[in-house]
């Protein structure tokens, strides 16, 4: 970007580098504390020291722990930022750790998280990106302004970190806004406005598979400033309903807003019995077995299980397995479930021997949706879910709880407790166990964890042995408060990077339970070279996953190329969560940004990668799309299939990618991604002609039909199309 410097500013006020597109705001004061009158204009701070904005309090000598603080950033805004169609400015102010309220010229113009006071007490959203529109009459043009921001930081660091804070030009896309709001039988769609904005609004319905349209129509709209539009489109919920809006005026890349309905492709699964889950289970001689038969259809069901060895029992309502087997060696298993409609049969094979996890992990964890403020309460309406909503009877066994369930300090033995918010962590797992369910936990080698909560440093066989005695099946073991006493120490190497996961390795084989050993460690010292040497699980290939496109690209389509030959049955990459259905890290949940294409294509990526699958959206509140996403026995069978492939990348060609991987079944499972900004018609026998494939007809795996390949799909933007070659 072109940048003009006007000396004279970066002098006298904290905006630093102003032109004619956007000023930089490098500093502000700033004051720990609480008071009202600070977000007035001409409250006298000069006394107030200065902060630099792209680095913590912390950082820069604050110590304000659960704390308020305020900055307050002067500025001088130049009247080339009114030029042009947009009549707003915009502030971008990063991130800040954890929420915030925001003042221009003392108008309250955005807010981000909750502060404690708040109703439904604190929430943070340390990762949300700050962007508040600011209506031009209250801005002194070619003067001084003051933005005036009330922080709350709960768990250290605090503050403004991230970079700059700016004031810029918005666009289209920043000003305007495009929602839909589901109905009973389609959708209201939204459209509202910070500025005047005149343009053109394009409703069209199609085929979600071959991409005809079947309805279009425009529409003229001209709105006033903070205004909003209305209209309901009547919907069947296979259509793949697209609303654009254009105002010509604005510029090139931000000419439209688009947005896609959360179109449903998966069949509803019949009320016969069908059996969804995996066709193997590995469980260590002696440890207790804990299985539920993944059938779906109507229930009550009745079970029987044919070949079980001895000291293996089934609970023929639940459809539990429990009790242990000391003899190694590899059982065939028949399953039958049936109900008023019919019966079905699986052919299963439990294997008693030294591999557990000899499929992905399928389950939940409650990072992505409650971050800090999970309870088990929260973490007992998920697990009800697999249950209630039918997630079990697609496989989905894990309920795994992350950070913040620990006690503030150890009890004076050593031992480590649950806090008050998990009130019983032994009957949790008992409840587990009992519905065929397992119990996940998460700790640090380090001291401290990520969020600030102990870690098991010197701990390591006390934790191990506490987590049994409540009935952990998995523990993720995170990095992070370890780098302290790593980069302490001289020692860098692989082996040092190793020895903190080999140390708890030795003590989890120790306990009279398997447990499912999964690093969290982002990838560090390639550890997908020594994971499965150290008898690890799965591993955490990258950083931490959230719900953009930019981060789903960069974690799914670069960061996992080439790593496929280290994944196999008992040891799996692990490209992080979930991110469909309702996250957000806090206490406010919200939809998944990604757009309805890009959760189908998420879901496909991770089914080829044979990825763990754990969901990371609170199933309590899950609607269909996300069933819909979460419980296609097709798309899972490829993520369980029993020779454990990861997919590798074959095509990369013109934005769009071929991603395949070989099945038990002496099939192929076929992604070709389209990761273009717009739709792309895709002959489907040329595409698989490109990695040596030819067929008259494939399975489309979310649709669960057989289709013709000498025929033209429209692939959606960052869409897919997912199929199966025999
Ligand atoms: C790290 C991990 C996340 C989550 C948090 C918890 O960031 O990568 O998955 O466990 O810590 O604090």
Redesign the pocket.
Same mark, same amino acid.
């Given at each position: 970007m072109k940048r003009l410097i006007l000396i004279g500013w970066a002098l006298l006020l904290a905006g630093g580098l102003a032109s004619a597109q956007e000023v930089i705001m490098e500093s502000g004061r700033f004051q720990k504390g609480d008071n009202p009158a600070w977000q007035a204009p001409d409250f006298a701070d000069a006394a107030w020291p200065v902060l630099v904005l792209d680095k913590d309090w912390n950082q820069q000598g604050i110590q304000n722990t659960n704390g308020i603080g305020w900055y307050r950033i002067h500025v001088v805004v130049p009247s080339s930022l009114k030029k042009g169609v947009v009549e707003a400015i915009m502030l971008d102010l990063g991130a800040i750790d954890d929420s915030d309220e925001t003042w221009f010229n003392g108008h309250l113009v955005g807010k981000t998280g909750r502060f404690p006071s708040d109703k439904g007490g604190y929430s943070g959203e340390w990762q949300q990106p700050r962007r508040y529109i600011v209506d031009p009459k209250w801005v002194n043009w070619d003067g001084e302004n003051v933005i005036a921001v009330r922080v709350f930081n709960g768990g250290d660091p605090g503050g403004f970190y991230q970079r700059s804070a700016r004031i810029v030009k918005p666009g289209l896309t920043d000003c305007v806004s495009l929602n839909l709001e589901k109905e009973k039988d389609g959708y209201t769609v939204v459209l509202s406005t910070a500025v005047k904005t005149a343009g053109t609004l394009k409703i069209e319905v199609a085929d979600a598979l071959t991409g005809q349209v079947e309805s279009s129509k425009t529409q003229k709209v001209s709105l006033g400033s903070w205004k909003e539009k209305r209209l309901f489109v009547p919907l069947d919920h296979h259509k793949r309903l697209t609303v654009v809006y254009t105002d010509p005026r604005f510029e090139e890349e931000e000419v439209a807003q688009q947005i896609t309905t959360p179109y449903i492709l998966t069949p509803k699964a019949p009320a016969t019995p069908r059996y969804n889950g995996p066709l193997v289970f590995g469980v260590r001689p002696g440890s207790p077995v804990i299985f539920r038969l993944a059938f779906s259809g109507e229930k009550p069901m009745k079970y029987a299980v044919e070949g079980l060895p001895e000291g293996v029992v089934l609970d023929p309502d639940k459809g539990v397995l429990s009790g242990t087997c000391t003899q190694a060696g590899d059982y065939p298993l028949v399953f039958t479930a049936t109900n008023s409609k019919g019966s079905a049969k699986a052919a299963f094979t439990l294997k008693v021997g030294a591999q557990i996890a000899l499929t992905p992990p399928m389950g939940w964890n409650s990072?992505n949706c409650w971050g800090l403020s999970v309870s088990q309460e929260k973490v007992m309406a998920s697990a009800a879910a697999f249950i209630n909503a039918g997630l079990a009877d697609y496989g989905y066994s894990y309920i795994n709880i992350?950070?913040a369930w620990e006690a503030e300090e150890r009890n004076p033995d050593g031992t480590i407790s649950p806090n008050e918010k998990f009130p019983d962590m032994k009957a949790l797992g008992d409840w587990l166990h009992g519905n065929g369910l397992k119990l996940g936990i998460?700790s640090s080698p380090g001291d401290r964890? +990520?969020?600030g909560y102990l870690g098991t440093l010197d701990h390591e066989l006390q934790d191990a042995e506490t987590w049994a005695s409540w009935g952990v099946d998995y523990l993720?073991y995170?990095w +992070?408060g370890y780098s302290k006493v790593f980069n302490a120490s001289a020692d860098h190497s692989v082996a040092a990077n190793i020895r903190p996961y080999m140390k708890m390795q030795q003590y989890l084989r120790e306990q009279p339970r398997d447990i499912f050993y999964s690093l +969290?460690q982002y990838g560090n010292a390639r550890v997908w070279e020594w994971g499965a040497f150290i008898d690890a699980n799965s591993w955490?290939t990258t950083g931490?996953i959230t719900d953009t496109w930019e981060s789903l690209y960069t974690i799914g389509f670069k960061q996992q190329v080439g790593l496929h030959p280290y994944a196999g049955p008992g040891h799996w990459n692990d490209p992080d969560m979930l991110v469909v259905g309702k996250v957000g890290w806090s206490n406010n949940l919200r939809d998944s940004r990604l757009t309805p294409d890009e959760q189908y294509t998420h879901i496909s990526l991770w089914s080829l990668l044979a990825a763990n699958m754990l969901i990371g959206c609170d199933l309590s509140q899950m609607d269909d799309f996300t069933f819909n996403l979460l419980c296609n026995n097709e798309v899972n069978a490829v993520n369980q299939d029993i020779l454990g492939r990861q997919a590798h990348k074959d095509v990369e060609e013109d934005g769009m990618q071929i991603w395949s991987r070989d099945l038990a079944d002496g099939g192929k499972a076929v992604g070709i991604f389209n990761l273009n900004g717009q739709s792309v018609p895709t002959l489907l026998s040329g595409a698989l002609a490109k990695i040596g494939l030819e067929a008259e007809t494939v399975r489309d795996l979310w649709r669960q039909k057989d289709i013709p390949t000498e025929a033209q799909y429209m692939i959606p933007s960052h869409g897919v199309l997912y199929v199966k070659v025999k």
């Amino acid at each position: 970007m072109k940048r003009l410097i006007l000396i004279g500013w970066a002098l006298l006020l904290a905006g630093g580098l102003a032109s004619a597109q956007e000023v930089i705001m490098e500093s502000g004061r700033f004051q720990k504390g609480d008071n009202p009158a600070w977000q007035a204009p001409d409250f006298a701070d000069a006394a107030w020291p200065v902060l630099v904005l792209d680095k913590d309090w912390n950082q820069q000598g604050i110590q304000n722990t659960n704390g308020i603080g305020w900055y307050r950033i002067h500025v001088v805004v130049p009247s080339s930022l009114k030029k042009g169609v947009v009549e707003a400015i915009m502030l971008d102010l990063g991130a800040i750790d954890d929420s915030d309220e925001t003042w221009f010229n003392g108008h309250l113009v955005g807010k981000t998280g909750r502060f404690p006071s708040d109703k439904g007490g604190y929430s943070g959203e340390w990762q949300q990106p700050r962007r508040y529109i600011v209506d031009p009459k209250w801005v002194n043009w070619d003067g001084e302004n003051v933005i005036a921001v009330r922080v709350f930081n709960g768990g250290d660091p605090g503050g403004f970190y991230q970079r700059s804070a700016r004031i810029v030009k918005p666009g289209l896309t920043d000003c305007v806004s495009l929602n839909l709001e589901k109905e009973k039988d389609g959708y209201t769609v939204v459209l509202s406005t910070a500025v005047k904005t005149a343009g053109t609004l394009k409703i069209e319905v199609a085929d979600a598979l071959t991409g005809q349209v079947e309805s279009s129509k425009t529409q003229k709209v001209s709105l006033g400033s903070w205004k909003e539009k209305r209209l309901f489109v009547p919907l069947d919920h296979h259509k793949r309903l697209t609303v654009v809006y254009t105002d010509p005026r604005f510029e090139e890349e931000e000419v439209a807003q688009q947005i896609t309905t959360p179109y449903i492709l998966t069949p509803k699964a019949p009320a016969t019995p069908r059996y969804n889950g995996p066709l193997v289970f590995g469980v260590r001689p002696g440890s207790p077995v804990i299985f539920r038969l993944a059938f779906s259809g109507e229930k009550p069901m009745k079970y029987a299980v044919e070949g079980l060895p001895e000291g293996v029992v089934l609970d023929p309502d639940k459809g539990v397995l429990s009790g242990t087997c000391t003899q190694a060696g590899d059982y065939p298993l028949v399953f039958t479930a049936t109900n008023s409609k019919g019966s079905a049969k699986a052919a299963f094979t439990l294997k008693v021997g030294a591999q557990i996890a000899l499929t992905p992990p399928m389950g939940w964890n409650s990072w992505n949706c409650w971050g800090l403020s999970v309870s088990q309460e929260k973490v007992m309406a998920s697990a009800a879910a697999f249950i209630n909503a039918g997630l079990a009877d697609y496989g989905y066994s894990y309920i795994n709880i992350d950070d913040a369930w620990e006690a503030e300090e150890r009890n004076p033995d050593g031992t480590i407790s649950p806090n008050e918010k998990f009130p019983d962590m032994k009957a949790l797992g008992d409840w587990l166990h009992g519905n065929g369910l397992k119990l996940g936990i998460y700790s640090s080698p380090g001291d401290r964890t +990520c969020g600030g909560y102990l870690g098991t440093l010197d701990h390591e066989l006390q934790d191990a042995e506490t987590w049994a005695s409540w009935g952990v099946d998995y523990l993720k073991y995170d990095w +992070c408060g370890y780098s302290k006493v790593f980069n302490a120490s001289a020692d860098h190497s692989v082996a040092a990077n190793i020895r903190p996961y080999m140390k708890m390795q030795q003590y989890l084989r120790e306990q009279p339970r398997d447990i499912f050993y999964s690093l +969290c460690q982002y990838g560090n010292a390639r550890v997908w070279e020594w994971g499965a040497f150290i008898d690890a699980n799965s591993w955490r290939t990258t950083g931490d996953i959230t719900d953009t496109w930019e981060s789903l690209y960069t974690i799914g389509f670069k960061q996992q190329v080439g790593l496929h030959p280290y994944a196999g049955p008992g040891h799996w990459n692990d490209p992080d969560m979930l991110v469909v259905g309702k996250v957000g890290w806090s206490n406010n949940l919200r939809d998944s940004r990604l757009t309805p294409d890009e959760q189908y294509t998420h879901i496909s990526l991770w089914s080829l990668l044979a990825a763990n699958m754990l969901i990371g959206c609170d199933l309590s509140q899950m609607d269909d799309f996300t069933f819909n996403l979460l419980c296609n026995n097709e798309v899972n069978a490829v993520n369980q299939d029993i020779l454990g492939r990861q997919a590798h990348k074959d095509v990369e060609e013109d934005g769009m990618q071929i991603w395949s991987r070989d099945l038990a079944d002496g099939g192929k499972a076929v992604g070709i991604f389209n990761l273009n900004g717009q739709s792309v018609p895709t002959l489907l026998s040329g595409a698989l002609a490109k990695i040596g494939l030819e067929a008259e007809t494939v399975r489309d795996l979310w649709r669960q039909k057989d289709i013709p390949t000498e025929a033209q799909y429209m692939i959606p933007s960052h869409g897919v199309l997912y199929v199966k070659v025999k």
